[in-house]
């Protein structure tokens, strides 16, 4: 079992930066890859960002340059440094984890994931 808690959501002006967190617990060595997700309302659940075990990073081409995966193995602590924010980037965003190997063809459906956060709200006003 593991258990994901985000938190840095918040309202930021087009242009700013925030950052959002994630604290994984549980069995989180059975864990092969964590990623990102948004979900804008009347809008599919999207691939933000993944990171695998080994530390390989993915991202989309709308955030490709902007966004940065990250992780703090100590702190057991997923990142996200969102920079150069638009308001197309208002979004839920969820944190998830795999426990099964993914590809990068693979991490694009949400559905394949096997644990969620609740989410964090990202308002990005223009």
Known sequence: QVQL???????VQAGGSLRLSCAASGSIFS?????WYRQAPGKER???AVISSRGSTYYPDPVKGRFTISR??????????MNSLKPEDTAM???AASLKPIT???IQDPYGM???GKGTLV???S
């Not at 864990?31 to 990623?35: E, K, L, N, Y």
Request: net charge negative; aromatic share 14%.
């Open 72 to 81: 703090d193995n100590a702190k057991n602590t997923l990142y996200l440094q």
């Open 123 to 125: 308002t990005v006003s």
């Open 31 to 35: 864990i092969t890859a964590m990623g």
């Open 104 to 106: 990068v063809a693979t």
């Open 46 to 48: 999207e691939l933000v």
């Open 5 to 11: 808690v985000e938190s840095g959501g918040g309202l």
């Open 114 to 116: 096997d644990y969620w």
């Open 93 to 95: 965003y969820y944190c």
